[in-house]
């Protein structure tokens, strides 16, 4: 349905990308990041225009004056030294969703809907994959912004098994997918040292599918 309102393929994975992160905002280069490997810049600069002229993504300039604070504590060559090094473009162009396009609400709960089908049947193939110790999804799933992952899975796994599925997972939604995959020794270890990366994704708000460290 995405697709036949959309007009093709491309131009139906970036509004995926896009519907799954109603609140972000991207820029040109981040999103060649984010959808590069599907997408040659481009076919991603022709459909994001096209995007933008149906409605559904608004480009706006954003400025980027003050962001080097390196720059105003230097002095003389210094200052200069600084400026060439950490220089970057006074405007920056980015994109996010236009939240009054008026099929917002459709598309972002089809989209959604799409996620939570295939959430399902991957929560059960990673389950098939060895002995999963907690397995929680944060990140995009639950619309939660920096946080360092998407899926958290703790247990012994076939590493070369779950890249393949994660593989498929990625090309069946058209969206980029990080997960993390972590032993029990490694889990509690970090656990103990209260890191930091861990703690972002413990403390974010996320879906919790499989916990059975509490009980071990």
Known sequence: MIEQLFG???RRKIAEFFLTRIHDSFSFDEL????????SPKILKEEIGALVRLGLIEAYWQNNAGENESEKKAGGKKKDEAK???????KEMRFQVNLSFPL????????????????????????????IGYLAFTGFFTDTNHTPTDILI?????????????????????????YT??????????MDITDRFLYDIIESKKIVVVDEMKKS
């Open 8 to 10: 093709n393929n491309s």
């Open 154 to 178: 703790v247990g012994r796994v076939n590493k070369k098994r779950l890249a393949q599925v994660m593989r498929r997972f990625q090309i069946e939604l058209h969206l980029p997918v990080r």
């Open 84 to 90: 060439k090094q950490n220089s970057k473009p006074e």
């Open 104 to 131: 917002l609400p459709e598309l972002h709960s089809l989209v959604l809907k799409s996620i939570i089908f295939w959430e399902q049947k991957l929560v059960k193939k990673i389950k098939s994959l060895g002995s």
């Open 32 to 39: 060649k990041n984010y959808l590069g490997e599907s997408l």
């Open 181 to 190: 995959l972590l032993s029990k020794n490694e889990y509690e270890y970090r």
